[in-house]
């Protein structure tokens, strides 16, 4: 069977390119590709235990069986479409546009969140910051979370969630949530709070930070699992 395999932010560094096509045994699992990986990337190695998953755009482990055609993404923790509420995109975003995307004539409340690019991360200064994603899986995920945050919050009117990706400058916003609800008490301030905390441990999206001193991936602590 015949697999396609996906790289992202250091591990496609590490391998020196973006996607590679392997032919493995009808039946194997994961953990057959990833010790092929193994034999012939063996930088890749130490990586693996802080290693992300998916197949097909969902999340994997290594007992995740394979089969012929399957779509097979390795990559870090999370740092960091359909409908353009919830999209990744290259162009600028805007607070505004954004808030003005869940406002309806029914709303009271609009609570919006706006991550944006600082000059010094870990008290090192950075120049500029780089985002990549897995944008097909990343659109899905931002879907994920609106479907989350409006269980959590069933009162909420409408959320919109955008997250930019390439060269951004110190200043440039890299990631707006937006969420709307009749009234203040009805889950807008906490959905939004939950949108962002949970795009940052689900949506494949990663950073790298610029500087006068080089530059360097950052990745998160949280490993997501097939339950995610």
């Known amino acids: 069977m015949e697999i396609t395999i996906k790289f ?28 092929q990986l193994q034999i012939d990337y063996s930088a890749l190695g130490q990586h693996l235990p802080q290693t992300v998953i998916s197949v097909n755009r969902d999340f994997a482990d290594l007992e995740t069986k394979l ?16 409908d353009d509420k919830l999209s990744v995109t290259h162009d600028p975003i805007s607070l505004d546009v954004m808030a003005a995307k869940v406002t309806r004539p029914n709303c009271g409340a609009v609570a919006v969140f706006g991550g944006m690019v600082r000059n ?7 120049q500029h910051l780089e985002y990549e994603a897995y944008t097909a899986m990343a659109v899905e995920k931002l879907e994920q979370v609106a479907v989350e945050a409006r269980q959590k919050w069933p009162n909420i009117v409408d959320i919109a969630i955008v997250q930019r990706i390439g060269h951004l400058e110190v200043g440039e916003n890299a990631v707006i949530v937006a969420v709307s609800s009749a009234h203040r008490g009805d889950g807008c301030f906490e959905a939004c709070r939950y949108a962002i905390d949970r795009l940052k441990q689900i ?3 990663w950073k790298k930070e610029v ?9 998160g602590d949280y490993l997501p699992t097939t339950t995610d």
Do not use: C, M
């Open 211 to 219: 500087g006068q001193d080089g530059a360097e991936w950052i990745e």
């Open 8 to 35: 992202f932010a250091r591990f496609r560094e590490i391998i020196g390119q973006s996607e590679l096509t392997y032919n493995l045994i009808d039946g194997q699992n994961v953990s057959t590709l990833v010790k």
């Open 120 to 126: 010094n991360s870990a008290g090192k200064a950075v």
């Open 203 to 205: 949506v494949p999206i």
């Open 67 to 82: 089969e012929h055609g399957d779509e097979v993404a390795f990559f870090p923790p999370v740092s960091g479409g359909g």
